[in-house]
């Protein structure tokens, strides 16, 4: 996990940097520049949350220059990184009728699969996830842009299971990437993150998460926290 | 939370002012006078006469005049704060203050700059007084535009010279009237009648526009440098050198501090929390916050970021503001009595009910004083909300309508279709309650894990009726969830993902591990307040004159303020 707001990819480029941190982020003549850095986002498979937020903001003062299929690319890039909270950032920014009950087009249309799909990630329901991915073509297409999107998805879930468990049952670890058991993917998959499988079970490599530590408290006393009482015992003299 | 850092507030002393007799420079009307004039013009106006304006007000509008134009701040303070609102009471409780334009610019000779600055002050009287038309709420607002281009562009800004209180007033009504217009609008526009107000707003569809309220408050850090001068004082620099003409002088320089507030504000009730929390770059928040110097400014920096916190799911960050603001204001509620007093009560009855939000998707031990406020307004809920499942739904949703900013729709108004036109508060309660179901969910596994140090998932899904896939799910979310973002020192936005729970899990296939956190007392800290407190006593069995000089004083402060509230009843 990262904190994804202050962290800057290494491939933003210069001008989206500078546009981030001066009022040239409010320039609706700098629209286009941030969406060609999400088209770029998308065939590199990073997500760049901070310049993506500031392209929404612009939407929000420039309706008429919103693009559906951009929206839809920076969820879905968001949707990836399901553990930092960069989707629910992204959607606090879009349009306020896009969650409403009945989807009046197919923008929103769109939001709300991908939003019901955040809601499974979200609790860590991974299998519902993949019922939900699939219950119509709708969802691929939707993903469509973003290359890879499956294989970053499964990354960003192999990394919550690394997260929290030291080992994991074969099934329960298909089900959650959604690769069939017994086939040479899910094999190749479980070589690729470095664990072993023993027997029915997944092993996982310890590492600074996966144990239960119980957490010691200690005090620690500033020495400002004492300085009332050496100005007293100075007194005292 | 550190005790230590509030004793500063402690000091803090605001006057209480009962006096009902009234001084207009070195005239003091006496309250028999007040009140002969006070039926004149009840009278007057009943005889419609409503141009009149009774001598005491004339001749205070002079005074305020005066004292503006010489820059005597002091007195400028008295016509401010205590005067005009005096005036208030006795003659403009029901009507408003002598209009700018036909009344007062003829009577201070077409005073300009003053004439602008008085009409500030006039609209801000309506607005919390009755509910204002749309043709104030645009005058108003070109009101603001002109005395903010007159700051903006004009050399006479630099001579300049009016009470901080009034600086800060004069941003948060600017942003409390466009909130409260775009809220309006908002309204108009998704009813089906009121032809004549949508035709009115779509002729003026640039009046309060956010474009406009964000260039404004973004000129004026420029123009005072105060991002430049925060960079620099940080990096232990002079900042008066690179503070400019403008930003040097302290005026100004308050003037930047509370626009970077009002940006914090804006950009929260246009959901971009994210954008919100960094407008705060290289403010540091805590009692050497500039900010502090001005209760108002420093509570309402609090309520927001708690808030963007929160929204943020960073909710020991959340709890931290929260907390912190509600001890203080808990330590200067006896002194604090001011005007502001009711909205500083509403204030915190809010931020108590953010604070059980945080409180019970993030339990956290709290400051003893907060805690009993919190247990006190919100008790009942707050064990609701902890008990979590579907009955705790509508209470997460109560508190959270309750005491959210007042969220406005944040796109360009679309004048043909009313797609557009949504209800932004519930927008942003919808995606929050995705994550107070997905979190809530896991709370009544608690208080089995703390039963056991391993379990077999299997058994715990027995003992709750849940299937053991679900039951997987939930407790890899809590665990999960339990990492959270907490800032160290550094921004707002920056911090380190620490495990926040007295609870830490693993699940070794289907065995979950369990790790409870020993919660140490902290005796370091209950023996320096204690040795402290016992000097006291020492000090005053050694000096008893002392002491009952103390007492004396102590028995007067309390009678005072026991009037005060026996006042308060009647």
New interface residues.
């Given amino acids: ?1 990262e ?1 994804t ?2 962290n800057k990819p290494e491939s933003r480029p210069e001008v989206v940097d500078h546009m981030l941190n001066t ?1 040239e982020k ?1 320039d609706a003549g700098n629209i286009q520049k941030f969406e060609e850095y999400v088209e770029q986002q998308c065939s590199k498979n990073v997500s760049d949350i ?1 310049a993506n ?1 500031a392209l929404l ?1 612009l ?5 008429n220059r919103i693009n559906d299929e951009v929206i839809i690319n920076v969820l879905s890039l968001a949707l990836i990184n399901f ?1 930092s ?1 960069d989707f ?2 992204a ?3 879009l ?6 009950e009945s989807p ?2 197919p923008l929103s249309e769109q939001i709300q699969k991908l ?1 019901k799909l ?2 499974h990630l ?7 996830f993949w019922t939900e991915f699939y219950k119509d073509d709708n969802a691929t297409e939707i993903v469509s842009d973003i290359e890879n999107f499956l294989s970053l998805i499964r990354a960003s879930i192999s990394k ?2 690394e ?7 074969y099934s ?1 670890l298909s ?1 959650w990437v959604h690769l069939d058991e017994n086939s040479s993917a899910l094999n190749d998959w479980i070589k690729r993150q470095s664990w072993t499988l023993n027997g029915t ?1 997944v092993e996982i490599p310890v590492n600074e ?11 620690t ?2 020495f ?3 300085s ?2 050496l100005k ?1 015992a100075f007194e005292m003299e | 939370m550190d005790h230590e850092s509030f004793n500063e507030y402690d000091d803090v002393n605001i006057p209480i002012e009962s006096d009902e007799s009234l001084a207009v420079g070195n005239v003091v009307y006496d309250e028999a006078q007040l009140a002969r004039q006070q039926e004149d013009y009840q009278k007057q106006i009943q005889q419609a006469e409503t141009t009149a304006v009774p001598e005491v007000v004339r001749q205070f509008l002079l005074y305020f005049q005066k004292c503006f134009n010489e820059g005597n701040a002091y007195e400028l303070h008295g016509c401010y704060e205590t005067s005009f609102q005096k005036l208030t009471e006795k003659f403009y409780k029901t009507s408003r203050w002598p209009h700018p334009i036909s009344v007062v610019a003829p009577l201070v000779n077409n005073d300009e700059t003053f004439v602008l600055f008085y009409t500030e002050v006039y609209y801000r009287h309506v607005y919390a007084r009755f509910q204002p038309t749309l043709e104030e709420r645009s005058l108003s607002y070109s009101n603001y535009c002109n005395l903010f281009n007159f700051i903006l562009n004009s050399d006479n800004a630099l001579n300049l010279e009016i009470p901080t209180n009034w600086v800060w007033d004069i941003i948060d009504e600017f942003i409390y009237q466009f909130n409260s217009f775009s809220l309006y609008r908002t309204k108009v526009l998704k009813k089906e009648s009121h032809e004549t107000e949508k035709a009115w707003l779509k002729d003026h569809d640039k009046v309060w526009d956010t474009y406009s309220v964000l260039n404004v408050l973004y000129s004026l850090c420029g123009k005072t440098k105060i991002y430049e001068q925060l960079r620099a004082q940080k990096n232990g620099q002079d900042s008066t050198e690179v503070a400019g003409e403008y930003g040097s002088r302290n005026l100004f320089k308050n003037f930047g501090y509370f626009c970077i507030i009002g940006l914090l504000r804006v950009h929260t009730i246009l959901g971009d929390y994210h954008l919100a929390l960094k407008t705060l770059e290289g403010v540091e928040l805590n009692k050497r916050s500039p900010f502090a110097r001005f209760p108002s400014a420093h509570f309402t920096t609090y309520y927001y970021v708690g808030f963007c916190y929160l929204m943020c799911r960073r909710y020991a960050d959340a709890v931290k503001s929260f907390s912190h603001i509600l001890l203080y204001i808990a330590r200067t509620k006896n002194i604090n009595r001011s005007v502001q007093f009711d909205m500083v009560n509403k204030r915190s009855d809010q931020m108590y009910a953010l604070l059980a939000i945080s409180v019970a998707l993030s339990p956290t031990r709290l400051d003893d004083i907060v805690n009993t406020g919190l247990r006190e307004r919100y008790g009942d809920q707050l064990s609701k909300l902890q008990r979590g499942g579907p009955e705790s739904y509508p209470v997460f949703e109560e508190l959270f309508l309750k005491s959210a900013p007042r969220f406005i729709f944040p796109y360009t108004i679309d004048f043909e279709s009313t797609k557009l036109n949504s209800d932004a508060t519930k927008h942003h309660l919808d995606i929050f309650m995705v994550e107070v179901k997905n979190t809530t969910f896991a709370f009544n596994l608690k208080s089995y894990l703390n039963l056991y140090s391993t379990m077999d998932l299997g058994k715990l899904a027995g003992f709750l009726e849940k299937d053991p896939e679900e039951l997987r799910s939930a407790l890899v979310a809590l665990k999960v969830k339990n990492r959270q973002l907490v800032r160290k020192d550094g921004e707002l936005l920056e911090g380190e993902y620490v495990n926040v729970s007295e609870l830490d899990i693993s699940l070794e296939n289907d065995l979950i591990h369990i790790a409870e956190a020993k919660d140490n007392r902290k005796f370091a800290d209950w023996f320096i307040r204690n040795t402290l407190k016992n000097y006291a006593v020492q000090e005053a069995i050694a000096n008893p004159e002392k002491e009952s000089d103390n007492v004396n004083k102590n028995k007067k402060r309390a009678n005072k303020e026991n009037k005060e509230v026996a006042a308060e009843k009647k």
């Fill in positions: 996990m904190n707001l202050v009022l409010y901070a937020l903001k939407y929000q003062f420039n309706t553990n909270f629910s950032l959607l606090h920014l349009p306020t009728y896009v969650l409403n009046i087009d939003f955040y809601n979200d609790g860590k329901d991974f299998a519902g919550t299971i997260c929290a468990c030291k080992s994991l049952s329960v089900s079970t998460f996966n144990s239960a530590k119980p957490i010691i408290t200690t005090e006393v500033k400002e926290q004492l009332r009482l007293k």
